[in-house]
């Protein structure tokens, strides 16, 4: 079956783009429809062909439902089939906005959609598109700068190739401290990379870090860099690190999705799953913060393949996370996870799949409250904290859940920068001070961690 379409660019303009990051398929003029199969095949070609996904035109959309009944007109959307809204900040609660992005070709419906249902909505982002061309020129000056002087910026955002390479001479340079160590492989079989901070001895008390389980969130990889750096700086110097240090260790896995993260820098820097694909399906790619034991398949999560929040079709079905489930398995002696997303500037812990309070919900809140505090007292950044089914919204699956039910008693979930102005795009000069108010709260959780062995 030939491939034959029209131009990409009236493809796009008239058909739309689906949420999966392709043209979608049908019917045009003279032509028959198309077998899934072939129409992959060609939609990856034509993808290969047009490089970079433009999103000239998509706005972010924020909507206030006022009520349950308007949020669930909202959660129509996301049962339309073809995807035509790609959620931000889901429907949640009348209390918390809604985020979502709308394709240039399906403004018009959805606008008309929630006018017509008394949906108040404001324009976040106006073109996703400018935002985008802002983030590649600031990359590529940055890269620019980074040739002629020999260094690594740690202001900029970095593809997954700079940041691998950062970790074997940020391993090399930090030996006495620092090592890599290879968990596993993903599933377009590149290495899934976790930095070890040790002083000696084996099988120590440790801390878990894991950034970027959503490709999208470019903000967690950077904070994660910038922390890594910071804590082989401050071993000797800051109190907290070296007293940690000295009976602990940390893990910190940096990219946790990287066929996701290399797929936002060649092809859709708004995807969110991994990359894995399955016969006879379509849609490609399983939310890796649905996919875990805990909870799996309840509210929150999805089991439709082309959602953005697809749990998979069994629990740890994903390569990225059977590598971490099984590393922290074998490893025994975990005391604290800290899982770092972005946006919406929260601070959590479980649980996420039910309303119902962990029985340690007492020291895990007056905990979250402290580090908030620590964090806010850097820029003044105001974060809101709680269980994640609480604070933000019921979610299965999730990483943290199955932390804290496996017995890692401090477990918690950030939400980075910031609430909605840029959202997922957020501008590199946020890097540093973001990865700086993070740090400290990361410091109060570890050295109560420290502090309370259990």
Request: hydrophobic share 35%; net charge negative.
């Amino acid at each position: 079956m030939p491939c034959t379409r029209k131009t990409p660019e009236a493809h796009l303009e008239e058909e739309g783009r689906s949420m999966q990051g392709f043209p979608r398929g049908g019917m045009g003029p003279g032509l028959s429809p198309l077998d899934p199969r072939t129409l992959l095949v060609c939609s990856f070609i034509l993808a290969a062909a047009l490089g970079q996904m433009n999103f000239t035109g998509d706005q972010v959309l924020r909507v206030l439902a006022k009520n349950e009944k308007q949020l669930s007109l909202l959660r129509d959307l996301e049962g339309l089939k073809p995807q035509k809204v790609d959620f931000w900040r889901g429907p949640a609660r009348p209390s918390l906005p809604v985020d979502m992005r709308v394709p240039f070709s399906e403004l018009k419906d959805i606008k008309a959609y929630l006018e017509s249902h008394g949906l108040a909505y404001s324009i976040m982002i106006k073109d996703i598109q400018v935002l985008l061309d802002e983030e590649r020129e600031a990359m590529a000056k940055s890269r620019r700068l980074e040739r002629s002087t020999s260094s690594f910026s740690y202001s900029s955002y970095h593809t997954l190739e700079e940041i691998y390479t950062w970790i074997d001479n940020f391993a090399t340079e930090h030996s006495d401290i620092a090592s890599k160590i290879r968990i596993g492989y993903s599933f377009e079989n590149r290495s899934i990379l976790v930095l070890k901070f040790s002083t000696g001895g084996s099988q120590r008390p440790a801390i878990w870090i894991d950034t970027g389980i959503h490709a999208r969130e470019w903000i967690t990889h950077a904070t994660g860099i910038w922390t890594a750096r910071k804590i082989v700086n401050e071993y000797g110097k800051d109190r907290i690190v070296t007293n940690v240090l000295n009976a602990m260790d940390i893990f910190m896995e940096i990219v946790s999705n990287p066929d996701g993260f290399a797929f936002t820098h060649s092809m859709n820097r708004l995807w969110r799953k991994n990359k894995s694909s399955r016969p006879g399906i379509f849609c490609i790619g399983v939310d890796l913060n649905r996919n875990w034991k805990s909870g799996f398949g309840g509210n929150g999560s999805n089991n439709s393949p082309c959602s953005e929040t697809y749990h998979g079709p069994s629990p740890q079905s994903e390569p990225e996370v059977a590598a971490i489930v099984d590393f922290i398995t074998a490893h025994g002696n975990i005391k604290a996870l800290i899982s770092i997303h972005s946006y919406s500037q929260m601070l959590m812990y479980p649980y996420g799949h039910t309303l119902e309070p962990v029985s340690d919900q007492e020291e895990l809140y007056s905990l979250a409250k402290n580090a908030v505090q620590a964090l806010y007292e850097v820029h003044g950044m105001e974060y809101i904290f709680g269980s994640i089914s609480t604070t933000l919204y019921v979610a299965s699956g999730i990483t943290v859940d199955w932390a804290y039910d496996s017995g890692i008693k401090y477990s918690f979930s950030f939400e980075l920068r910031d609430t909605g102005r840029y959202g997922f795009l957020l501008p590199a000069a946020q890097i540093v001070p973001t990865a700086q108010e993070t740090w400290l709260a990361i410091q109060t959780i570890m050295e109560h961690t420290l502090n309370h062995p259990y």
